[in-house]
T-cell receptor, first 112, second 114 residues
Framework: NAGVTQTPKFRILKIGQSMTLQCTQDMNHNYMYWYRQDPGMGLKLIYYSVGAGITDKGEVPNGYNVSRSTTEDFPLRLELAAPSQTSVYFC???????????FGPGTRLTVT | AQSVTQLGSHVSVSEGALVLLRCNYSSSVPPYLFWYVQYPNQGLQLLLKYTSAATLVKGINGFEAEFKKSETSFHLTKPSAHMSDAAEYFCAVSSRGGSYIPTFGRGTSLIVHP
């Protein structure tokens, strides 16, 4: 199993540009999550999904959108990039039968 | 409601010394507790977890943690630090029977000196 994969690893955006961060898991997990990590602030939940077709907001959803058309994929969309969205983004999944999370390697995004 | 407090954003130890990373939690129902480790430029990986069996939990790389309900603590320890232990460590709590959405602490950076 590849586990949770994320693309791209790095990206630089200009203010106002848009992009999609890709996340795929091959473990057939129902639950998927997007977090952002800022220095000294831990992980903040952006959006999560409890299964295909079902998504909900986390703690910091503003400026982001998600969709979940399949069990495997959970892309995160930034529509109008702002400097405040400079961060490291992690996707994670959970089978729903245990409470531990499986993380992807992250995407480092810089908005200038 | 659930929350996690990690005391100390940075902990510095010498190689071979005891490692102690502190975590206190708050949960309205019995919790599941976790420690994750993040090496530079990588994602988080599970170090160990408490799920209501033994209160002393052993994890990978010689780490262990003890669940103390009376103190609402889940401190992480390792008897002898290695250089390779230098990383960011996160404590997390999930409420049993809840929504599978954990709350993470802010992280503690472990620095190991030769």
């Amino acid at each position: 199993n590849a586990g949770v994969t994320q693309t791209p690893k790095f990206r630089i955006l200009k203010i106002g540009q848009s992009m999609t961060l890709q996340c795929t898991q091959d473990m057939n997990h129902n639950y998927m999550y997007w977090y952002r990590q800022d220095p000294g602030m831990g992980l903040k939940l952006i959006y999560y999904s409890v299964g295909a077709g079902i998504t909900d907001k986390g703690e910091v959803p503003n400026g982001y959108n998600v969709s979940r058309s399949t069990t495997e994929d959970f892309p995160l969309r930034l529509e109008l990039a702002a400097p405040s969205q400079t961060s490291v983004y992690f996707c994670a999944s959970n089978p729903g039968s245990s409470y531990e999370q499986y993380f992807g390697p992250g995407t480092r995004l810089t908005v200038t | 409601a659930q929350s996690v407090t990690q005391l100390g954003s940075h902990v510095s130890v010498s190689e071979g010394a005891l490692v102690l990373l502190r975590c206190n939690y708050s949960s309205s129902v019995p919790p599941y507790l976790f420690w994750y480790v993040q090496y530079p430029n990588q994602g988080l990986q599970l170090l160990l977890k408490y799920t209501s069996a033994a209160t002393l939990v052993k994890g990978i790389n010689g780490f262990e943690a003890e669940f103390k309900k009376s103190e609402t603590s889940f401190h992480l320890t390792k008897p002898s630090a290695h250089m390779s232990d230098a990383a960011e460590y996160f404590c997390a709590v999930s409420s049993r029977g809840g929504s599978y959405i954990p709350t993470f602490g802010r992280g503690t950076s472990l620095i190991v000196h030769p």
